[in-house]
């Protein structure tokens, strides 16, 4: 039980990330990100899974996919949306279109069945009282590393640095000659990246249906209330609060009264602290 | 009797303490200005004072009764209204919508009526349109009283943040830095101004860096330094106060030559 | 400055507005206009439609989402990105749905019964929720359209969950002194259902235009500008944020209450994410500075998404390329196409 949430814990910190990064550059709430974690899994899938490809490679597919479709929507849509400096709402309605958009791309190209693909290693560890099945095992490691990763771009790297700049201040960063446009698009497709990363990674344990957008969506939006929108402590704080709390509820309580329970306790807590655990007051 | 009584304002934020154990008081009809270099806590207090911030402890008493703790509107309400920023009006509203608007706690209309234009509602809006183009007028503002207000230059911005605040018939207005970015002339409107308002029986206690204003304008001056009051009195004695001239004058020297 | 001295009266002739959203008083253009609009709901429709129940049902979807559009543009007017109404229909619908099967109380009692249920749910949760702002407004009123669906899930006996309530009866006939008012909704005609989905809207257009217009929509509209301005001259900005939540949820929980009783079932999955996002979407492709932007909105895409029937694989996936068109080109709704300067004018405007 304990186990199941840390290997929720750890994915789910790619997903929350990911929502975080996006937001924090450009101020968007990326309404689309679950249907990035679902096509992300896709790209497992029908890589993977129907041409057996190697699983390593096909996970650099999906960041190469994804990234594509968090650079576009960024260059295409959202840099678009900001010169026309429109009523603040309108940057969030696009971002809902953009969600819409993938929901039904995805709708018309993989149908509607629940995919599955086929485990990338086979056999079970034992710790304590626990089964750790390798498959889960793999992808809590991946996991771990993409995100050390990150945070290791984030910290070191120019590219990483011009982000957590363009976070910080967008007026400053421009003014000390960093093309905003551009960082903002990797962050975008950096972003997407993490969340077809993540899918990438849960479609070996529960597999993918053009239905889960949404579902994820709404996880990243948890996460991030929990922890605090637009800092990346806060995102992982989130995360591991929702992957425990999802992990044991589902183990002790039936089906769907643990997400009941979820938001009516997020609600209740937003009451009280509506900034999240980390995060600043929004608005 | 003092109309606002400050007694031992303190709050604290974090590790940081913003104002430091604040007291005096402000007698009705005068006009008192808080001063002191950037940072010295000025605009929390003005927060405090309306309720806009918990305090730390200590309490605010208006008209003998202690209004620390209410709603910020309740506040309001009862006769202590604040003016902000100068961007801080109805942007998408004329200039004459945003003083109608502000009318809102002078309805005798209920809500229900209000929405089924009662009698009660409609001599209302007569009133509050009738009043809102004498304030608009008395502040030099009714040839742009149809004009957006983001669109209206700036010392007009300000003067209808005050028109704004008086809609709401304050017993106690509390001015923000009313003089803040004009010229000489400009200033001296200003004054006049303020001193108008107080003529009309509304105590005033405002915030200011502008030295020769405040110097004219006022009755009493407290000067705050790093959230402490280091300095309360008229201008004369505060300009003479040693404490007063270490921390803020020398620098307002400069100030005040232009 | 540059002021332009037959601009100075503006608020006459601000016609750029189907229904000006700040006027008290409509021009007679204006009135026209919507005369026009309800002689076409109520007489043309019925006579050039009425053989044709598909169209009628069509119509009549889109005048009771038009409806429950409308609630998510009051929620707009002061500010706030509403995506929670589908959790108010879903409210609305099991109310109906309950009080009609379990204990016989008539459709015409539940219909203004859910409005008040949902109003009461929305001010109880709106109380609090209100305090937020922007995204995290967004986020949590989205999680509850997914608390209440997963609510209505794990309902035990009283929703039945996922089964949900079907046989869901239609509505009698009201009758006074013996004569019959509004005849007993059969199965067979759509046309009963299609006026009450009229009157509804019509209803609601003018209930709205009037709180618009009212001293309440400028206090709506100060809250949207600034809250604190609002605050610091004595509006309790947290009343009216509830009560204008209130009056959204309102609208909402009727309007789920008609669907119900017109598909006679409701599930939990009647109401999704995706529905509470349709709502609002409707109100911005109108236009959100205009009371009639809900309506514009809903019935296009309606009209529209059937209309893309023929290509029926691509049907959604055109409707969000569409969608994604409309934003970008058109940020302040279609409506806007009317004016110059997107509808803000130097005078007047939103």
């Known amino acids: 039980m304990l186990v199941n949430g840390v290997v929720l814990a750890v994915n789910y910190a790619l997903i929350a990330l990911g929502i975080t990064l996006i937001f924090s550059i450009m101020n968007v709430l990326n309404f689309a990100h679950g249907?990035?974690?679902?096509?992300?899994g896709f790209v497992v899938y029908y890589l993977y899974g129907i041409f057996k490809v190697n699983y390593f490679v096909s996970l650099v597919a999906v960041v190469i996919v994804l990234g594509a479709i968090g650079w576009s929507f960024e260059t295409f849509f959202f840099r678009r949306m900001r010169r026309m400096a429109t009523r603040e709402e309108n940057s969030m309605l696009l971002a809902v279109g953009t969600a819409l958009l993938l929901e039904n791309l995805a709708l018309s190209i993989f149908g509607e069945k629940q995919r599955?693909?086929?485990?990338?290693?086979?056999?079970?560890?034992?710790?304590?009282?626990?089964?750790?099945?390798?498959?889960?095992?793999?992808?809590?490691?991946?996991?771990?590393?993409?995100?050390?990763?990150?945070?290791?771009?984030?910290?070191?790297?120019?590219?990483?640095?011009?982000?957590?700049?363009?976070?910080?201040?967008?007026?400053?960063?421009?003014?000390?000659?960093?093309?905003?446009?551009?960082?903002?698009?990797?962050?975008?497709?950096?972003?997407?990246?993490?969340?077809?990363?993540?899918?990438?990674?849960?479609?070996?344990?529960?597999?993918?249906?053009?239905?889960?957008?949404?579902?994820y969506s709404i996880k990243a939006f948890i996460m991030i209330m929990i922890g605090g929108a637009g800092v990346v402590p806060g995102a992982i704080l989130g995360a591991i609060a929702l992957g425990f709390v999802e992990a044991i509820g589902y183990e002790l309580l039936p089906g769907s009264i643990t997400?009941?329970?979820?938001?009516?306790?997020l609600i209740i807590f937003l009451i009280l602290r509506p900034q999240g655990l980390l995060g600043k007051p929004w608005g | 009797m003092a109309i606002l009584d400050i007694q031992g304002i303190t709050k604290r934020f974090g590790g940081l303490t913003a104002v430091n154990n604040v007291s005096f008081s402000v007698e009705k009809g005068a006009i008192l200005s808080v001063i002191g270099p950037n940072g010295a806590g000025k605009s929390t207090l003005f927060k405090l004072i309306s309720s806009f911030l918990p305090p730390t402890s200590g309490r605010v008493n208006y008209n003998g009764h202690t209004i620390t703790g209410l709603a910020p509107h309740e506040v309001a309400r009862r006769g202590v209204v604040r003016t902000f920023q100068e961007t801080t009006i109805f942007k998408e509203m004329t200039a004459l919508q945003n003083v109608i608007v502000a009318h809102q706690l002078r309805c005798r209309a209920t809500s229900l009526g209000i929405y089924f234009s009662s009698a009660a509602a409609r001599a209302d809006e007569e009133r509050f349109h009738n009043n809102a183009t004498e304030i608009l007028d008395y502040l030099g503002l009714s040839t742009v009283k149809h004009m957006l207000a983001r669109n209206l230059p700036h010392g007009h911005l300000r003067a209808l943040g005050i028109a704004v605040a008086m809609a709401a018939e304050p017993k106690v207005l509390l001015l923000d830095e009313p003089f803040s970015g004009m010229n000489i002339e400009?200033?001296?409107?200003?004054?006049?101004?303020?001193?108008?308002?107080?003529?009309?029986?509304?105590?005033?206690?405002?915030?200011?860096?502008?030295?020769?204003?405040?110097?004219?304008?006022s009755?009493?001056?407290?000067?705050?330094?790093?959230?402490?009051?280091?300095?309360?009195?008229?201008?004369?004695?505060?300009?003479?106060?040693?404490?007063?001239?270490?921390?803020?004058?020398?620098?307002?020297?400069?100030?005040?030559?232009? | 400055m540059g002021l332009e001295i037959n601009q100075l009266t503006h608020h006459e002739g601000s016609g750029s507005s189907r229904i000006a959203s700040e006027n008290g008083r409509l021009s007679f253009r204006q009135k026209l206009r919507f005369a026009g609009f309800v002689l076409i709901l109520f007489v043309a429709v019925p006579i050039l439609l009425g053989r044709s129940p598909y169209y009628i049902t069509v119509l009549t979807n889109a005048a009771i989402l038009s409806f429950i559009?409308?609630?998510?543009?009051?929620?707009?007017?002061?500010?706030?990105?509403?995506?929670?109404?589908?959790?108010?229909?879903?409210?609305?619908?099991?109310?109906?749905?309950?009080?009609?099967?379990?204990?016989?109380?008539?459709?015409?009692?539940?219909?203004?019964?859910?409005?008040?249920?949902?109003?009461?749910?929305?001010?109880?949760?709106?109380?609090p929720v209100l305090r937020l702002k922007g995204v995290y407004f967004a986020m949590t009123t989205l999680s509850l359209t997914e608390a209440i669906r997963l609510l209505a899930l794990n309902g035990g006996d009283i929703t039945k969950g996922a089964t949900g309530i079907v046989n869901i009866?239609?509505?009698?006939?009201?009758?006074?002194?013996?004569?019959?008012?509004?005849?007993?909704?059969?199965?067979?005609?759509?046309?009963?259902?299609?006026?009450?989905?009229?009157?509804?809207?019509?209803?609601?257009?003018?209930?709205v235009w009037r709180l618009s217009t009212s001293r309440l929509g400028w206090v709506f509209r100060s809250l949207r500008q600034n809250e604190d301005l609002a605050t610091s001259i004595g509006i309790n900005v947290a009343k009216y944020r509830v009560i204008a939540f209130g009056a959204c949820c309102f609208m909402g929980g009727i309007g789920g209450a008609f669907f119900a009783a017109f598909h006679q079932n409701i599930y939990p999955a009647t109401y999704t994410i995706s529905d509470s996002v349709n709502f609002m979407l409707y109100c911005f492709l109108g236009g959100l500075s205009y009371i009639f932007g809900p309506v514009v909105g809903a019935f296009l895409l309606v009209i529209a998404f059937e209309l893309l029937h023929a290509v029926q694989d691509y049907q959604a996936l055109i409707y969000g390329i569409l969608m994604i068109v409309c934003m970008l080109w058109l940020p302040n709704g279609i409506l806007s196409l009317g004016t110059r300067h997107d509808g803000k004018g130097k005078y007047g405007g939103r």
């Open chain 1, 116 to 215: 599955g693909v086929p485990p990338v290693v086979t056999g079970v560890f034992r710790i304590g009282t626990a089964y750790l099945p390798a498959g889960r095992l793999l992808v809590m490691v991946l996991a771990l590393a993409l995100i050390v990763g990150l945070l290791l771009f984030v910290q070191y790297t120019k590219l990483g640095r011009a982000m957590r700049a363009l976070a910080q201040d967008r007026e400053v960063t421009h003014l000390m000659g960093v093309n905003v446009d551009r960082v903002a698009a990797y962050g975008f497709a950096l972003g997407a990246a993490l969340a077809g990363l993540a899918g990438g990674l849960l479609v070996t344990v529960f597999g993918v249906n053009s239905g889960v957008g949404n579902v």
């Open chain 1, 35 to 40: 249907q990035m974690f679902m096509i992300g």
């Open chain 2, 219 to 258: 009755d009493k001056i407290v000067v705050l330094n790093f959230g402490t009051k280091i300095a309360e009195g008229t201008p004369t004695e505060v300009k003479r106060d040693e404490a007063v001239i270490g921390a803020y004058l020398g620098e307002a020297d400069e100030e005040v030559g232009h």
């Open chain 3, 169 to 207: 009866p239609r509505p009698g006939a009201i009758g006074l002194f013996g004569l019959t008012i509004v005849p007993e909704f059969n199965g067979a005609d759509p046309l009963p259902f299609y006026f009450l989905a009229c009157a509804l809207l019509v209803l609601g257009l003018v209930a």
């Open chain 3, 69 to 127: 559009s409308l609630g998510v543009w009051i929620t707009f007017s002061i500010g706030r990105m509403n995506l929670a109404q589908g959790a108010f229909a879903l409210v609305g619908g099991y109310a109906v749905a309950i009080l009609a099967t379990r204990y016989g109380v008539s459709f015409w009692l539940c219909l203004p019964l859910s409005g008040l249920i949902s109003a009461a749910l929305g001010a109880l949760i709106g109380w």
């Open chain 2, 186 to 217: 400009e200033t001296d409107a200003a004054v006049k101004l303020v001193q108008g308002i107080r003529d009309r029986g509304v105590t005033i206690v405002l915030v200011e860096h502008d030295m020769s204003a405040v110097m004219r304008i």
């Open chain 1, 259 to 265: 997400y009941l329970l979820i938001f009516t306790g």
